[in-house]
């Protein structure tokens, strides 16, 4: 299509004064709604399987039943787990803040001295923003189709000594959907040993596995598990993981989990104990009862795949019909998660993100997949079609593919 052809086609599309928004990556009401028995279902019985009664204070850990949940989440013996609030991102930015502000496992406070964070990128934009709000400057390094580019990471952390931390989401990543290969996650557990692991220069990883078990199909995408590789490798206290069940049950009413070593818990709890007496144990007990084993966990999460498959699926042929074979545009096809990852020609993601808001689109700000949101090439956008209908879906991507057409026609 020319570019006059293309100017008048978006001109028509304008015309239809839409308002449609893939910005936003949260579950539908579809998917919030299968979780709606969680509401009463305790039916009076506040008892745990300690004898604990859920509805007094205590147990800062967790009840034991809903740390069970935790631990098919995060692949962490129960033990190992804290079965905590609402929000995963919380457990991530408490633990950030202990080791740039107390230490954390026998590490000294980073506070005061240069430190950096590696971030793969395009990564998540929660994770930059806390990390430098806390003052930890931030280095990218590429994701690619297996995880971080291990090359790059290892050569940091031999090389770079305040390079202190590597964030991760290990499975169905936060944009491109991509999950980690069995090789990437052995080398990840291996990295503090890349360094002396004195008090002073100590290497973390936090494994942010908030799309444990959001596959889209029967067979779910294999992860390895980072507590195996980590006792194997004996860094098990700087390896921190978390999970929540945001994106399974009530997305800002459900329950998160940390996991990591003896030392890494003992630290938390005496920390979280001048905070906090307990968690919300009621809630925990209502989702341990709702989702008691890994059978109903797995069928739960079959639910939420058939309501979100179709929307990636549309999302998929709407963006092969546009940008297929014409070399504009490349795209992650996710097998699980709630993202895809559009590269556009480099220098042109602001401007295809603003003619398709000029059609009415709403799509996530330029740059906010990267530190600082800063986007070197200008080339990323991602898409989160979860939220929106299947025909509003439908009618977005469309508009994206014509928003790049038009952009790279343009110039
Ligand atoms: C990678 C990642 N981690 C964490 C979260 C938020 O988790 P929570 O609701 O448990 O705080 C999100 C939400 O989009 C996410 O994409």
Redesign the pocket.
């Known amino acids: 299509m020319n570019l006059k052809m293309l100017e008048r086609e978006f001109e028509a599309v304008r015309a239809r004064n839409l308002s449609l928004n893939l910005t936003r ?2 579950p539908s009401g579809a998917q919030v709604s299968l979780s709606d028995s969680l509401d009463g279902i305790l039916e009076g019985d506040f008892i745990c399987s300690d004898g604990m009664d859920a509805r007094n204070y205590g147990g800062l850990r967790g009840i034991p039943e809903c740390r069970n949940l935790g631990s098919y989440l995060t692949d962490y013996p129960a033990e190992r787990v804290i079965a905590a609030g ?5 457990l ?1 930015y408490l633990v950030l803040e202990t080791i740039v502000n107390a230490g954390l496992a026998g590490s000294s406070a980073l506070r005061g001295s240069p430190c950096r964070a590696i971030c793969p990128v395009p990564g ?1 934009d ?2 930059f923003a806390a990390t430098e709000y806390l003052g930890v400057e931030m280095i990218c390094v590429d994701l690619n189709e297996d995880g971080p580019d291990m090359d790059q990471v290892e050569d940091l952390v031999k090389e770079d000594p305040t390079t202190s931390l590597l964030w991760c ?1 290990p499975k169905h ?2 944009p491109t959907g991509c999950t980690y290969s069995d090789d990437v996650v052995e080398r990840i557990a291996k990295l503090p040993l890349l360094r002396d692991d004195s008090p002073t220069s100590p290497f973390f990883v936090l494994w ?1 596995n ?2 444990a078990a959001h596959d889209f199909s029967d067979k779910p995408v294999h992860l390895s598990s980072i507590h195996d590789c980590a006792v194997a490798a004996g860094t098990l206290d700087r390896i921190v993981a ?1 999970a ?1 069940t ?2 399974i049950t009530h ?2 009413a ?1 329950v ?1 989990f940390l996991a990591s070593g003896d030392r890494v818990l003992n630290d938390l709890e005496a920390r979280l104990s001048v905070m906090i007496i307990g968690f919300d144990k009621v809630n925990q007990l209502r989702h341990a009862r709702f989702l008691p084993n890994r059978e109903s966990l797995s069928e739960h999460m079959k639910k939420h795949a058939a309501i979100v498959r179709p929307l990636f699926e549309a999302t998929e042929t709407g963006l092969q019909e546009r940008l297929g074979n014409t070399e504009l545009a490349t795209w992650t096809q996710p097998d699980g998660g ?1 993202f895809v990852s559009l590269d556009v020609l480099p220098g042109l993601a602001k401007e295809v993100i603003a003619l398709a808001g000029s059609a009415g689109l709403q799509l996530t700000a330029a740059g906010a997949t990267y530190p600082y949101g800063k986007d070197p090439a200008d080339a990323n956008i991602r898409i989160a079609p979860t939220f929106a209908s299947l025909e509003e879906v439908e009618a977005a991507i469309s508009i994206v593919g014509m928003s790049v057409q038009l952009a790279a026609a343009r110039r």
Do not use: E, T
């Not at 609402?86 to 919380?90: E, K």
């Open positions: 990556g949260k609402n929000s995963s991102l919380h991530m998540y929660r994770h989401v990543s936060n942010d908030a799309y978390f929540s945001s994106k997305a800002g459900g998160a709630y």
